[in-house]
């Protein structure tokens, strides 16, 4: 089973900018990023799926950036423009589910999850 690790959390605030990092021992059909914010609901943020697909979230779009170097074995999450709203808990995630290419943000496709980093983003 794939494990994944990510890295790059902090505490920064509204307008600025966050790189998260994922380490992953191995390859999965899909690879992404979802949140849990405070009292709501874990929900997809970005993916790659196969073939190399970037799909986003509506929330997300124009801010945030997702990417992978196969090289290092490394999934990250670019995030500009920071708003208070983006405060959670992020986790990185794989699956081998063909169902991620369909609804690649639903959740119930995803069985790897990562332990977490906190992203936390003051007005």
């Known amino acids: 089973r794939v494990q994944l690790v990510e890295s790059g959390g902090g505490s920064v605030q509204a307008g600025e900018s966050l790189t998260l990092s994922c380490e992953y021992s191995d390859n999965a059909y899909s690879i992404g990023w979802f949140r849990q914010g405070p009292g709501k609901e874990r929900e997809g943020v970005a993916v790659?799926?196969?073939?190399?697909?970037?799909i986003y979230a509506d929330s997300v779009k124009g801010r945030f950036t997702i990417s992978q170097d196969n090289a290092k074995n490394t999934l990250y999450l670019q995030m500009t423009s920071l708003k208070t709203e983006d405060t959670a808990m992020y986790y990185c995630a794989a699956s081998a589910n063909y169902g991620t290419a369909l609804q690649p943000l639903n959740m119930r496709f995803w069985d790897t999850w990562g332990q977490g980093t906190q992203v936390t983003v003051s007005a």
């Open positions: 790659i799926r196969s073939g190399g697909y970037q």
